[in-house]
């Protein structure tokens, strides 16, 4: 797991819709933190330093220290409110998170070797069914990604979350079926070959049966 980045925070005393808009209007972004064990507190960070981390398009599969007034909590973003036209974060609600904690996340799939990759060198394309990974992880290890050895896929060969190693006490949320991740299609050229040879081989096939018909 990455290093555990630090956001700085602030307590708000502005609540409701129009202190949030002054808050906004200040260049910071209303949120909350709330989790087990205390009452919910209200915050504010920097909009600039929030949409940074925001457009990392792994907000809310990330770990960050909440640092207020010196004091760092362990949290993970859990809701983003956005700007209905600009897609802007309007609003984050953080979760507080112990190091026992399991949370659910969506982690990215990487591939690798796909260079020596028998299905794509022979033509074949990689098709992506899953872009991302539902995983439920400890809270202290959360994987940057899942990685997909394409080494020995070939043709044809749908590759599934069980052919995938993941982490110790990582597990998919999804248990009820082994999972499609990618599949190696057929080159087109091939496929298309593939079809009319069999509606040749459908063809002859209705030749003979009409000419032993005929016969009778």
Do not use: W
């Not at 290093?3 to 819709?17: N, P």
């Not at 925001?54 to 973003?77: A, C, E, H, M, W």
């Not at 992880?137 to 599934?160: F, M, Q, R, Y």
Request: charged share 30%; with cysteine.
């Amino acid at each position: 797991m990455a290093d555990i980045q630090e956001i700085e925070v602030k307590i708000r005393d502005q609540i409701g819709t129009g202190g949030s808009r002054a808050i906004r209007r200040d260049g910071n972004t209303p949120a909350i933190l709330y989790g087990t064990g205390i009452d919910p507190i209200n915050i504010t960070v920097e909009t600039k330093v929030l949409v940074k981390h925001f457009q990392t398009g792994r907000f809310l599969s990330t770990l960050y220290d909440l640092n207020l007034d010196g004091k760092k909590t362990r949290v993970i973003p859990k809701d983003v409110q956005l700007h209905p036209v600009k897609d802007t974060p309007l609003h984050v609600d953080f979760l507080l998170l112990s190091k026992e904690a399991k949370v659910v996340v969506e982690v990215p799939v990487s591939f690798i070797n796909d260079d020596i990759c028998p299905g794509i060198k022979k033509g074949g394309v990689l098709n992506v069914v899953r872009y991302n990974v539902e995983l439920s992880c400890p809270a202290d290890a959360i994987p940057e990604n899942i990685i997909v050895d394409l080494s020995e896929a070939d043709t044809g060969d749908s590759i599934h979350i069980s052919a995938v190693t993941l982490p110790e006490d990582v597990t998919p949320t999804i248990t009820d079926r082994d999972f499609t991740i990618a599949t190696i299609a057929a080159p087109a050229g091939i496929t298309e070959e593939a079809d009319e040879t069999e509606e040749v081989e459908d063809s002859d096939a209705q030749e003979t049966s009409d000419d032993e018909d005929s016969q009778e």
